[in-house]
Every structure is written in C-alpha cells, then in structure tokens.
C-alpha cells in the first residue's frame, strides 16, 4: 500500500465529528482512501445521517487532513450515503468507548 495512504488515514484518526467523541475513521465514515498516479487523495466518506449539520466541517477537516500529507497534490472528498452507515461500521475501540457493545 501506498505510505500516503497510511499517513492519510493517521491523519483522519485526528479529525472528529463534534457531535461525537470518536474520530471518522474509527467511526466507520470513511469507506475508502486512495491516492493516484497524479498524487491526488480520493476519499469517499459517509455521514452518520444524510441532514448532518456540520457536513462542511467534517469535509473541510477531512480535506485538510489529506492535503498534509507531504507530496498530496489535491483531495476529492466524494461524500455518499450508499451503503448508509450504521453502528456495525465503527471500529471494536470506538464501540467501546461508546457503549455499543
């Protein structure tokens, strides 16, 4: 795997949705993270539901946290509600810490 990738994603461990104390990816938001030939970042993302109030937020920072990474050109965030999120995408850590278990 591409090294980008991984440092993208311990970049997306530090974003937090503000509404809940788990960052997007352990919270399952992030359904694929991909860099290409022309060094840009391509994230497809979800959303715990489709009228979330801080969208913009969420993929500010999430662009944000891909575009630090030394050699990221540019960062499409392509946000898709297909398959809608649930509770069985977070990680073990943050249903723990959640009290989904």
């Known amino acids: 795997?591409?090294?980008?990738?991984?440092?993208?994603?311990?970049?997306?461990?530090?974003?937090?949705?503000?509404?809940?104390?788990?960052?997007?990816?352990?919270?399952?938001?992030?359904y694929?993270?991909?860099?290409?030939e022309n060094n840009n970042a391509n994230i497809v993302m979800?959303?715990?539901?489709?009228?979330?109030?801080?969208v913009d937020v969420l993929i500010d920072d999430v662009t944000q946290a891909a575009q630090s990474v030394e050699g990221i050109e540019t960062v499409n965030v392509d946000l898709t509600?297909?398959?809608?999120?649930?509770?069985?995408?977070?990680?073990?850590e943050a249903r723990?810490?959640?009290g989904f278990f």
């Open 81 to 92: 509600f297909e398959p809608p999120w649930d509770k069985s995408m977070m990680s073990e």
């Open 46 to 54: 979800t959303l715990t539901a489709p009228g979330c109030p801080v």
């Open 96 to 98: 723990l810490e959640l």
């Open 1 to 30: 795997m591409d090294k980008r990738i991984d440092l993208i994603i311990n970049n997306l461990k530090e974003v937090y949705d503000p509404e809940i104390p788990v960052n997007v990816y352990d919270l399952g938001l992030i």
């Open 32 to 36: 694929n993270v991909d860099v290409d």
